[in-house]
């Protein structure tokens, strides 16, 4: 599988206890200057991902704004195609150039209604997005750089298929606490530490009261 994969990068800001948003939803913990260094990167990948949660409660545009440089594609982790109709991303759609990832199981209703839109649907997979297929699906695009910016259910997918290389975390003066707050990673998670990805310490860097912590993958 690693021959086809792109490269893919995953970036998230988290509070000191790991979480990327509050039980109500509420994510707004980058700083101006975060802001800048993500919307830098977004501009240096092919493409940036999300999944259809992130866009439900964050309703984001997933363009360059802080920054000079290119808008990457934006692709939409859906497998159901429930995606609002009044989104930012399909309201843009016609001016950014969007892919909605799908599974088999989307109803007729849903797939209509994406359809009305200038946007490129992806199948790939039955009941769930299956995401080697995605991938490869993706590097026959010529897409070489993907960036990942979560939330924490696609972030622990990524995770769990051993498809991320990099990651870049941003740790805000934030405490947010709570069992029902949403970590970085969410999902099952891993039962036994020897299971979880070994990563090296590539580079920490200080903006203001944020720490910026870059990893690789061993």
Not at 106 to 117: D, M, Y
């Amino acid at each position: 599988m690693e021959k086809f994969k792109p490269e893919i990068i995953l970036s998230a800001a988290i509070s000191i206890d790991g979480k990327i948003a509050t039980r109500s939803g509420d994510s707004k913990l980058s700083s101006k200057k975060d802001l800048k260094r993500l919307h830098k990167m977004r501009s240096q990948v092919d493409a940036i991902i999300v999944g259809k949660n992130t866009v439900e409660k964050d309703d984001p545009l997933l363009t360059v704004r802080y920054s000079k440089g290119k808008n990457p594609i934006r692709i939409i982790l859906d497998s159901h195609g429930t995606i609002s109709n009044k989104s930012k991303i399909l309201k843009t759609s016609d001016k950014v150039k969007t892919i909605i990832v799908i599974s088999k199981k989307i109803s007729k209703i849903n797939l209509n209604k994406l359809k009305q839109f200038p946007v490129e649907i992806i199948m790939s997979g039955e009941k769930k997005i299956n995401l080697h297929i995605l991938i490869k699906n993706l590097k026959k695009r010529k897409i070489k750089k993907i960036l990942v910016e979560g939330g924490g259910t696609t972030n622990w997918e990524f995770l769990k298929n051993n498809l991320i290389d990099e990651f870049f975390i941003t740790v805000t003066p934030h405490i947010i606490g709570g069992v029902n707050s949403i970590s970085l990673i969410q999902g099952d998670g891993f039962a036994k530490l020897i299971k979880s990805p070994k990563l090296k310490l590539i580079q920490v860097k200080r903006l203001g009261d944020d720490l910026v912590l870059h990893y690789r993958k061993l």
